[in-house]
Structures are given as C-alpha cells and as structure tokens.
C-alpha cells in the first residue's frame, strides 16, 4: 500500500476555511503545523496586498497558489480586456505573495455558444502568457467539472486543459488537478500522464452523496467516493511531488469553527490521500 | 438556418409526465398529435406487459424505446446475474411493445473502484448481446452527465459509451444522444461523427442555471444554455433521422397538467430543436 503523503506537503486552500481572514486563516496554520497555504483574491482585497504579504512573510508559511485568475471569456472586447487587466493584477499579487502558481478558473460563456468561449479563454491565456512569465508565475489551468460548464468554466476535463497548455512551455503554463472536478473522468490516468512536467497543482476533497449543493457541497476526504490515494500516486507517477491543497467549498464546513477543520484535514490528509 | 424537425419524430419519453400511467401517457400524445411515445418499465410494471401492449397498440404511437435496462454493476455475482436476468426481461418488454431499442442507463459502482465498475458494465453488456440480437432489440448505451458518476451510471461521456458500443455490430449495441448529458463536453461533435450508424436515440431537454436539483432539475427546451439544433443538425449529419424524444426529469414540469406539458413541448421542439 502507498504510504501517506508528507504532511510537509499540505497545503490550507483559503476557501476551505472561507469564514477567516487571511490573518487568522496564517495564524491556524501556524497553530496546526500546517506549511503551506493557497490565498484567495477576494482575502487579500479586504486588507490589501502589501498587509497580506507581511501576513504571509512573519507566519513563515509558503503560498502553494493564488486563487484565482481566468474568468476570460464575456460578451465585448472591453469587457475581454477588463478581464486580461485583472488578470495582471493577480499575477502580481501571486509574484508579491511568494508563489509561481496563479490557478485559473477560466470562466463562463457570456451565451449559448461555448465554443466561441472556448476561443475566447484560449485568446486569454495567450495574451498573458508574456505578462505572467516576466513575473516568474505559471498559468494553472484547473479544469472544473462538467457540471459547472454552464455557470463557472467552460474547460471541463484534464484533457481539454492539457490540450491547451501543450501551446505553451511548461513555465507558462500548466494544469491543475482537483478530485472533484477530475475523478469521473475514464481518461483521467492517461491524462495525468500526459499533463507529465505540466502539474502545477493537486486539489483534494472529496465527492459525496447525496451532494447537499451543487456548490457549496464538496465532501471532507474519506467522505465520499473519489479513490484519492490512487489519484496521488497518479499525479507523483507524472511528476508532480508539490504541496497538496485542501479545498472543500461547503457550507457545513464552514460554519464549523476553523481549527477543528485544521485538524480533521490533517487526520484525513494522512489516512486519505 | 437549419429548419424545425418533423413532428413526425417527436416523442414523449414518459418521465417528462412521470405522474400519468402509461394510459393517461398514451391518450395525451394521441390528442396532442404526438405520434411516438418512450415507455418506462415502472409504468409497465403497474398494469402488465399485456395491458401496456394492448394501450400502445390501440393508441396507434409508435414506441421508440423502453427506458432503462443497465444497472450493471453489483458487490456479488449473484446480485449481478440478477440484473441481468431483469436486463432479459427488459428487452422481452421493448420486443413485445414493438420497439428495437432498448436504453441502458449503466448504473453507479457499488464501492469506489470505478474503473472495476465500468469492468461490470462491460461484462453484463457482453452477457445480454446474444439475448438482445435474438429478440431483435438493440442496447443502446446512454452516457450520463458526470454528475451522476456516483449514483446513476459510470457512464459519463459519448466517447467512452462509443468504446464499449464499437466491440459489438451497430444492430447489436448502438449509444443514446442526450444533450443534457453530453452538451458540455470538448469533443462532442467528434464523437457525434465517430458514433455515425450506431446512434440509436437522440433526447432533448435544456440546462438551466441555477439548477433546482442535481435529479429533477432539468430544464424545457429554450429555457437553458444548449445548442439544441445544432446538436440535432450534428446527429443527423451523422445519419440519424428517428424519433426524438422529450426527456425531462423535472418537480415543476411533473406538477404541471399533462396536456399542458405536451402542447409546450411541441412549441418548443418546433422553435428551438
């Protein structure tokens, strides 16, 4: 049996413990011995970016990601450069808070035409690349599942995502792989294989059932269905021995105060993942 | 602009008006000028198989599928063998009512190895081949939207459901277009083209956002994001001109009047397929 990973490898997704600020969010992982963290945008908009990095630099911990980029496609040219403009300014912030990863969430169709959409994400990514590579920071496509095609991101598998990162090098861009998103998937082993050199992220949770929400309802690892340890000995196999991100989006979770949630991941990461 | 389809292809998948019985269900669409009708087996199964064929028979519909055999997957052998024997039974209903084609909803594995799962949906399709030949009914594989990976059908997308379909004849095992499965995914065109002469049914309905419920959450035609004709135009290019049913698993539309149910269908079938 594949041992447990390292519990230097664990990183606190922000979102998991969505009810703190980015200074308690440091100071519990601080509490919990846990190395690293994944900061979200919308925790840096509230107390600014130069607070956030002194917040990151004095707790010592490492910023596995920043949370989150994309967004690309809508409905006008303006509304397209609105978008590559805050765009920037994420990969800024990733660049000031220490990381090379920006996780891209690339985003909705402004109609019925994905396709078009499609396009219009990979115009995005090409436009930033230069932008993103000159502040030392890799584009993370993170495909989300299918059935957020409609409202969230029209890239819905790891094989449409590494399709489009195979047009960059893998400094600019790469893949981000989340269970939940990914674990359905029949061509997800061959399609972490291919992604080799190109992971820049592992996201775990888990898949429960009956889900309570379509969003806030992602599960705790063990919970659910989703063969995690199998899916981390997959993305080690292509390379992959970074930090290991816990992201649940849910709302029982987050109503249950932050150190116990510290410490229930802790034990699932270890007997889980 | 492609044109409307014929009415002449249009049929009521009896789940769309779950709360009449199979009576109720034929007696509407012969009023609402629906020529062709899809039987699910627990209507079937609340008067007999005789009753039913006796209904379809004096109604003058046609039936273009019964829905569903599948469940494949079990802990036991015992338990699988049981599916198959209610699998046997399925396709005696589909010859008996007059219909060639018989829908496989694969079913969700019974532990979280996926991959053995979809082993068992293999397995059982293989076992129901000669059986299914011999009644002259077709297995037709519906992919379900991954979403439902867990609790519905381990399969999740039309190229997988293509894989399985190709070690058989197309008489033998065809695959079933739903555009509320598959309208999400990257190559869904492609696999259109490459299920050309094994598309055995083409299902209608819409993606709504916000979705009112992972299950009974599916929209009327028009009233979400997907491209309706051209997934139609797409299937026909691939040389499928039979019947297309209206498949909506819905609270709202189950609560609504029958007649009402069908005289919107036929509207929006008209305007947006």
């Not at 040219?77 to 808070?97: G, V």
């Amino acid at each position: 049996m594949t041992q447990s990973p390292s519990i230097d490898r664990l990183s606190l997704n922000q979102i998991t413990t969505d009810r703190w600020s980015l200074r308690e969010a440091a100071e519990g992982c601080v509490r919990a011995g846990v190395p690293w963290i994944s900061v979200w945008r919308h925790k840096i908009a509230e107390i600014g970016l130069s607070e956030s990095k002194k917040i990151i630099q004095d707790s010592g911990l490492h910023v596995s990601s920043v949370c989150r980029g994309g967004m690309f496609p809508a409905a006008t040219a303006a509304e397209r450069q609105e978008r590559i403009d805050d765009n920037k300014r994420a990969i800024e912030e990733a660049a000031e808070l220490g990381t090379n990863v920006l996780v891209l969430v690339c985003g909705p169709s402004p109609d019925k035409d994905i396709a078009a959409a499609r396009g219009m994400v990979n115009d995005g990514i090409e436009q930033l690349v230069p932008f993103a590579e000159s502040h030392g920071v890799t584009l993370g496509i993170e495909p989300l599942h299918p059935m957020y095609a409609a409202d969230r991101s029209v890239v819905n598998t790891l094989g449409q995502a590494n399709r489009m990162a195979e047009n960059y090098t893998p400094n600019q861009v790469g893949v981000v792989v989340d269970v939940f998103h990914v674990w359905w998937d029949p061509n997800v082993y061959q399609d972490i294989q291919r992604a080799r050199g190109r992971i820049v992220g592992f996201h775990v949770s888990d898949w429960v059932v009956p889900m309570p929400d379509m969003f806030k309802g992602r599960g705790m690892m063990g919970d659910g269905v989703i063969e995690l340890r199998k899916l981390r000995t997959a993305v080690e196999e292509a390379g992959y021995y970074g930090p290991i991100e816990v992201e649940i989006i849910n709302q029982a979770i987050w109503d249950t105060q932050g150190d116990e949630v510290l410490a229930t991941m802790k034990d699932r990461y270890i007997e889980h993942v």
